[in-house]
């Protein structure tokens, strides 16, 4: 039960989880800047300020969108506590944390670029040198710890200016300001980076942050999707000419879908919210707008503006890999309310402090749902455990709880390549080190090999520290997965 000798293991952030230097170096306002604190009773939100000097908080992005009121304007309000300004200042520490995931064994890590840190505004006919050189020295850094770099471009984020001005990806001018960002990066770094991702997760993201838009409906959103994929289409066909030796994913949100019983309506629901979901991925895998979709976007009353030259970007920009996220699979009836990923709760299966189905078996599927459908390499690039982790009087932590959760997905993880004959590139697992959760914008919730001593309010020292995973995970990877015990 042995993997390839060049299988990748390593791990996976997002800038603005994780970077912090808000404003250093030159950095523009991204759109996650505006985004507020919060926890499961509490979301994280944009703050706003209406015409009359109002400041009130909003949830536009992520799962639960609302549309920004008329007038209004996104606004940075000292009363507040912003995680992505600090976040846990791996931009200050970036060389200390890829020594540690350089000692563990490592050999890629997973990182987004932040867009406004190489164009401020996204307008400018010039890069920010300074941002440029910080990506350029990290970069160096980890390929001096034995790890390749598996590069982000957009990560849930733009210029705020570009949302601000633009109306964000609902504008096909974003599509270009898009390309020569990438055309940048593949300037200055494509001798260096083998394995990008244009986008991350379209299926799971809406609104203000993710996508720039101001309004959340359905046309809106789909339309700004629709030029998502010009653009990333675009981008790879650029990024193979100029870097013959490059492969681009997309990082696309995934989980295990059951119908909630065998009545024919629930697998036939089940079915069809499947493909609302892995609608995202086809077009960008396959190259064309699948036959269903047809259904699914009359169905949301949205009619698109796709010329005939959009369908000819499309064909040819087809990714060369398929990569995605896995923590949690769900259930469907002809009952269950879902907007494209989520679904009802399994309950055959134990859940996570956050209420995450655990589902390892869920793992295997995916990997061969996904390889059957489209046979092209596939590339884990998220999946962990998201809990509360203590030092106990000896000043360690024993996780021994996100040790038994990877264990287990990684066993299905072999099984599914080596007994199931799925391609499989590597493996990112979610945080190597601890940042700030994306969905409520909390520290508690830690998910790292490597402990941050910061609490949700970014009080601590900041000093890193191994946990019991980071010594069981050092010899998973040095047996190439075969000592998982």
């Keep these: 039960m042995k993997l390839s000798e060049t299988f990748l293991w390593g791990g996976a952030t997002a800038d603005f989880q994780c970077e912090g230097g808000y404003l250093e170096g030159g950095k523009g306002l991204c759109t996650h800047d505006f985004e507020t604190d919060g926890n499961l009773e509490n979301p994280r939100a944009v703050t706003y300020r209406d015409e009359e000097g109002n400041v009130y908080r909003a949830r536009s992005s992520f799962f639960s969108p609302e549309e920004i009121p008329e007038g209004c304007e996104p606004c940075i309000d000292e009363r507040y ?47 920010n040198e300074e941002g440029l050189r910080f990506y350029e020295d990290m970069i160096d850094t980890m390929i001096k710890e034995g790890m390749e770099p598996l590069i982000t471009i957009c990560h849930d984020e733009l210029p ?42 379209l299926n799971a993201v809406r609104g203000y942050v993710s996508m720039g838009t101001h309004k959340c409906d359905d046309q809106t959103h789909y339309q700004a999707v629709h030029h998502c994929f010009l653009a990333s289409a675009l981008a790879v066909k650029m990024g193979h000419e100029m870097m013959p030796e490059s492969m681009f994913g ?9 119908p909630a019983t065998c009545k024919p309506e629930d697998i036939f629901t089940s079915m069809n919210k499947r493909r609302e ?59 269950t309310k879902m907007n494209v990923i989520g679904g009802d709760t399994n309950p055959y299966l134990p859940k996570t402090d956050w209420g995450w189905a655990v589902d390892p078996l869920g793992l295997r599927y995916v990997l061969n749902e996904f390889y059957d459908r489209y046979q092209k390499p596939l590339f884990i690039v998220e999946n962990g455990l998201g809990a509360v982790d203590e030092i106990n009087e000896e000043g360690e932590i024993n996780d021994d709880y996100r040790i038994d959760y990877l264990r287990d997905h990684l066993r299905e993880m072999i099984n599914a390549v080596v007994l199931d004959g799925v391609k499989l590139l590597g493996y990112t697992m979610w945080g190597p080190f601890d940042l700030v959760s994306l969905s409520t914008g909390e520290m508690k919730k830690r998910y790292g090999f490597i402990y941050v001593d910061m609490d949700d309010k970014g009080n601590g020292t900041l000093s890193r520290m191994k946990k019991k995973s980071w010594y069981w995970m050092k010899k998973v990877i040095e047996s190439n997965g075969e000592d998982l015990e």
Excluded at 89 to 117: A, Q, T
Excluded at 162 to 183: H, M, N, P, Q
Excluded at 279 to 296: H, Q, T
């Design 81 to 127: 506590y912003y995680p992505s300004h600090k976040a846990v200042d791996f931009y200050h520490h970036y060389k200390e944390d890829l020594k540690l995931m350089g000692e563990m064994g490592c050999n890629v890590f997973r990182f987004s670029i932040c867009w406004p840190r190489i164009y401020p505004l996204g307008i400018e006919e010039e890069p």
């Design 250 to 258: 997309t990082m696309y949100a995934s989980s295990a879908l059951y």
């Design 277 to 335: 979901t892995l609608f995202f991925i086809d077009v960008m895998a396959r190259g064309y707008y699948p036959s269903y979709s047809k259904d699914l976007l009359k169905r949301r009353n949205v009619t698109l503006d796709i010329s005939e030259e959009d369908e000819k970007i499309l064909k040819e920009g087809t990714l060369d890999f398929v990569s995605f996220s896995y923590y949690r699979s769900a259930i469907v009836s002809k009952d």
């Design 160 to 201: 705020s200016y570009l949302a601000e001005t633009y109306d964000g990806w609902s504008s096909r001018f974003v599509i270009d300001c898009y390309l020569k960002y990438c055309k940048t990066l593949f300037e200055r770094f494509g001798n260096k980076c083998r394995y990008w991702l244009t986008f991350n997760e």
